[in-house]
């Protein structure tokens, strides 16, 4: 995920509510009209192990960092809690993300911990100390393990991977991976996808960034490697950007009922593709996003229409 760096000083909740203001009543149902289409949660297998994830997950960057707030912490919980209840598993958070890990801890223990939770977390020092720094994690979330753990941003991978394979041959963690966002360090990322035996890897993608496609994504799924996507919505400005534009028509034929879900959708039905983490601290928001998990998706010549019906927006 990215660097840190300042918060964007809008939030896609606080345009949506511009956008209530202006009268834009047709586009921002209230939560409860929001039917999920029809059919079982879509899933893809990881590659390494054969298990099935949802193709929707769930980010915590930014919209989790809520500190000790007892009022966002709440509404954290009820993202959480409408996740699981639509069939949501992977959660994913890093050390990176201020109090996230934290307010993720709080909700899970609120929630008396999902049996169907699919716990997804990161190492991020450029220091030695990785094993002091995932046992904080562990801590944080109220966890003896996790289900992955990814390098972050290849922030050190040279000292870290090996690490954490030990732990996974430990049976201390069941996935290993890596991540980057941005496009950043792509060939890299290329090459430990063809020399490290890892389970996971987390990119970029979405209908405007879409470099990965090119190489990476073909080559993650010839080698047999899951592939999470982060940043769906640019942090919010992709979907910002779209909610002043109309929803073809023609969304509704692979069942998409507003944006968000066209944007996932687009994402999901990569066949490299195994999960999409949108992040959001919204449970309205969540509600909208899972929504894409389930109904129809689009085929090759529908995906490169959807290309060119966002591309031809500017």
């Keep these: 995920m990215p660097p840190p760096g300042p918060i964007p000083s809008v939030t896609r909740r606080e345009a949506l509510r511009a956008l209530a203001a202006l009268g834009a009543a047709a586009l921002l149902r209230p939560a409860s009209a929001w039917a999920q289409p029809p059919g079982p949660v879509l899933t893809r297998r990881i590659p390494s192990s054969g298990e099935e994830l949802p193709v929707v997950g769930l ?62 977390d990161k190492v991020w020092t450029s220091g030695r100390d990785g094993a002091g720094q995932i046992a904080e994690t562990q801590r944080r979330w109220g966890s003896a393990r ?79 490697v899951a592939v999470i996507i982060n940043r769906p919505f640019r942090e919010g400005a992709l979907i910002r950007a779209m909610l002043r534009r109309p929803l073809p028509a023609w969304a509704r034929e692979i069942d998409c009922a507003n944006w968000a879900q066209f944007l996932l959708k687009f994402i999901v039905s990569h066949p490299a593709v195994t999960c999409a983490i949108p992040a959001t601290g919204n449970p309205a928001h969540v509600r909208e996003n899972m929504g894409a998990a389930r109904g129809r998706l689009p085929d090759a010549a529908m995906r490169q229409r959807m290309i060119r019906y966002v591309e031809a927006l500017g």
């Excluded at 000790?68 to 050390?95: N, Q, Y």
């Excluded at 996790?146 to 870290?160: A, P, R, T």
């Design 59 to 120: 980010g915590s960057w930014i919209t989790f960092n809520v500190g000790d707030d007892p009022e966002a912490r709440a509404e954290c919980t009820g993202v959480m809690r409408d996740f699981f209840a639509l069939g949501g598993r992977l959660i994913d958070s890093s050390p990176m993300y201020g109090s996230s890990q934290a307010v993720i801890g709080f909700g899970l223990k609120n929630l008396n911990r999902p049996a169907a939770l699919f716990a997804a």
């Design 146 to 224: 996790l289900d992955l753990l990814q390098v972050h941003n290849l922030e050190n991978w040279e000292q870290h991977l090996p690490m954490l394979f030990a732990m996974k041959a430990a049976k201390q963690v069941r996935y290993v991976g890596v991540t980057t966002s941005h496009g950043r360090r792509t060939a890299e990322v290329e090459n430990l996808v063809r020399t490290q035996p890892l389970d996971f890897v987390q990119v970029t993608y979405n209908l405007l960034d879409r470099e990965v496609d090119r190489r990476l994504l073909p080559l993650a799924q010839e080698r047999g």
